[in-house]
């Protein structure tokens, strides 16, 4: 049963409105309905011309401010899909359990690709272009370039696949090349984690090319590996160490 | 520390990025990376940004903003960190303060945007007025304006608390090749940590990555 939606699809004005409120769509970000309000604030332009009645458009609102999660990239996917339910006139039971059907994979799909993967590897290209002696332009922006240039085409693909294909969403999402591409990227990141480390420990032991500053720069570079993201914790722990005793017992 | 007359931008570039970790964009210019350099172009040089954001973002490649994860926020410290690096015309001693500093305020940042999240579950759920597009518009942005207020505020308290701590600390008393030596050692241990994100198996790639850096460094030094 309809509530009163199964008006016009979104038109360029409303696509375009979506696009640009999608990049907001975690600024509400909470713990209790997490992106939902975020969510509702990218489809109210849809909404808006799928409901005719003010009434039934507030009631699809206020369906849409319950929980929801997407990662933040891909939630375009979700909110072009609802839209086009919306538009279709689909009962809201059915959207609701689509909705929940669709955002633990939306998130574990954009977390595994982008924050996994692609993030940390165009990072590395960051700090690899700025450690092998590029000027600091090239080496943000050459980061910011990489990056972005998957971001925003995941953005601009996601709404646009996510109302073109509606409840048929799984199929579009499932031939998507996220794993090959995340494999590409995990290789290339693995590459330039290689070259960062060692042209970080270049910088100096490369100049004296002494045997301990070689030795030292290896056994830091297994601690990283063996630490992982516990590495942060360690190095705090290391330069506070050595910040306080070159104050206490140094003389310059 | 930046002249005073450069704090309000410095601020402004502050919230900017703490939007851009969350909220808004998401377009990566809150990273280290980015931020510091961003935060040294405001004073004036962000080549010298770069170098504490070079050792800022090998320190946070881990950290992974997936789902609820609380986790430290880079941005408004590395603003921070940035310009405070490029006003100071900094030596090992102070680039070791700068970055120790930047590290211990990303945690601070971090818990501040778990309470903000605590907070933002006012604006959850539907709005007392009813449901309207204007209504969840206004929650929606109202949260958004909280969170580029709390940046600003954090940057611009990290500003002056590591202009005054770059003044009072004895630096001159901290050996410069200690200082570089602990830097440098976990620049390494930062970026080798990058290896487990993408997984141990792929050794054979971080070997070849660190083999060409090598062939780079060989020849450099033959050119030199």
């Known amino acids: 049963v309809t509530d009163g939606g199964g008006g016009a699809a979104p038109g360029p004005r409303e696509r375009r409105a979506m696009f640009l409120r999608g990049f907001t769509v975690q600024g509400s970000w909470n713990y209790q309905t997490l992106i939902g ?19 039934a458009l507030e009631r699809a609102l206020a369906r849409h401010l319950e929980l929801f999660n997407s990662h933040p990239y891909l939630a375009g996917v979700a909110a072009g899909a609802i839209a086009r339910l919306e538009a279709d006139g689909v009962a809201p039971e059915t959207v609701a359990r689509f909705k929940t059907a669709l955002r633990g994979s939306l998130g574990s799909l954009g977390d595994r690709l982008v924050w996994l993967r692609w ?32 971001h925003l085409w995941l953005r601009a693909w ?32 693995a590459f330039l ?31 990283g590996v063996a630490l992982g993201r516990n590495v942060r914790l360690a190095a705090i722990a290391v330069l506070a160490a050595v910040l306080v005793a070159g104050l206490v017992v140094g003389n310059g | 520390m930046p002249e005073a007359a450069l704090l309000p931008l410095l601020a402004l570039v502050g919230g900017v990025v703490a939007l851009d970790a969350t909220a808004v964009g998401q377009l990566m ?60 015309l900094p030596g090992d001693a102070e680039i070791l303060l700068i970055v120790l500093f930047a590290l211990v305020w990303e945690t601070v940042s971090g818990l501040t945007v778990e309470r903000m999240r605590h907070l933002n579950v006012r604006f959850a759920g539907i709005p007392p007025e009813g449901a309207t597009p204007a209504a969840v518009a206004r929650r929606h942005l109202g949260a958004v304006a909280i969170d ?77």
């Open chain 1, 37 to 55: 309000t975020g969510l509702a604030f990218v489809l109210a332009p849809a909404l808006k011309r799928a409901y005719r009645d003010p009434a």
């Open chain 1, 119 to 150: 993030r940390p590897a165009t990072v590395l290209l960051g700090l690899a272009l700025a450690l092998a002696g590029a000027p600091w332009w090239a080496a943000v922006g050459g980061f910011l370039l990489a990056y972005n240039a998957l």
């Open chain 1, 158 to 189: 996601g709404l646009k696949v996510g109302l073109r294909d509606g409840l048929n969403i799984g199929a579009t999402l499932r031939k998507a090349p996220f794993e090959t591409l995340g494999e590409r990227a995990a290789a290339a990141g």
């Open chain 1, 193 to 223: 984690a290689g070259f960062a480390s060692l042209a970080a420990l270049g910088g100096t032991a490369g100049e004296s090319a002494g045997p301990l500053a070689w030795a030292l720069g290896v056994a830091a570079a297994a601690a």
């Open chain 2, 29 to 88: 210019l809150s990273r280290p990376l980015a931020a510091a350099t961003l935060g040294g172009a405001v004073a004036g040089a962000p080549a010298e940004g770069l170098v504490v954001g070079v050792f800022l973002e090998a320190l946070h490649l881990a950290v992974l903003p997936v789902g609820a994860a609380k986790y430290p926020e880079g941005g408004p410290a590395a603003v921070a960190a940035g310009a405070a690096a490029a006003g100071a």
């Open chain 2, 148 to 224: 580029f207020a709390r940046g600003t505020a954090l940057t611009l308290a990290a500003v002056l608390l590591l202009g005054w701590l770059l003044d009072a600390a004895a630096l001159e008393r901290v050996p410069a090749g200690w200082a570089r030596a602990a830097l440098e050692l976990s620049l390494v241990a930062g970026a080798a940590s990058g290896l487990r994100l993408f997984g141990r198996g792929r050794w054979p790639f971080f070997v070849s990555g660190a083999a060409l850096a090598l062939l780079v460094l060989f020849l450099r030094g033959e050119g030199a």
